[in-house]
């Protein structure tokens, strides 16, 4: 079975991280692939563009400022907003703060929660 496609051509994607070249990079590359990005630099504006625009996809950090990444996807599924896929990037360096929370988090999935990449 392949995996599934993760964009298809020309979506609105919510790119929400705090390393503003990162940020930078993302949006720059998904602008180079023909799609339509929109930034946030933390966990309060994310979940205020999510709120006021409409997204096919959203690509969320978990070491944010203001509510971490966490907060966001479970305040976004409390919207309704669980229709939009949700890629979660976990950082390097916060990786080994964040496994108890990360295990429990892909351990009660929300609904519709698919893995990126087949087996």
């Not at 940020?23 to 006021?52: F, Q, T, V």
């Not at 976990?90 to 964040?98: K, P, R, T, Y």
Request: overall charge neutral; glycine content about 10%.
């Amino acid at each position: 079975m392949d995996a599934p496609k993760i964009l298809t051509p020309k979506q609105r994607v919510l790119v929400v991280e705090d390393d503003c070249r990162m940020l930078e990079l993302l949006c720059n590359g998904l602008r180079e692939a023909e799609h339509s990005p929109m930034a946030a630099s933390n966990g309060g504006e994310a979940i205020e563009l999510a709120m006021n625009f409409s997204f096919d996809s959203i690509i969320l950090d978990i070491g944010l400022p203001i509510r971490d990444g966490y907060e966001v996807a479970h305040c976004m599924y409390d919207a309704q907003l669980n229709g939009t896929p949700i890629q979660i990037r976990i950082c390097g360096n916060f990786v080994g703060h964040g496994r108890p929370r990360w295990s429990k988090l892909f351990k009660t999935p929300f609904p519709g929660m698919r893995p990126l990449a087949g087996k």
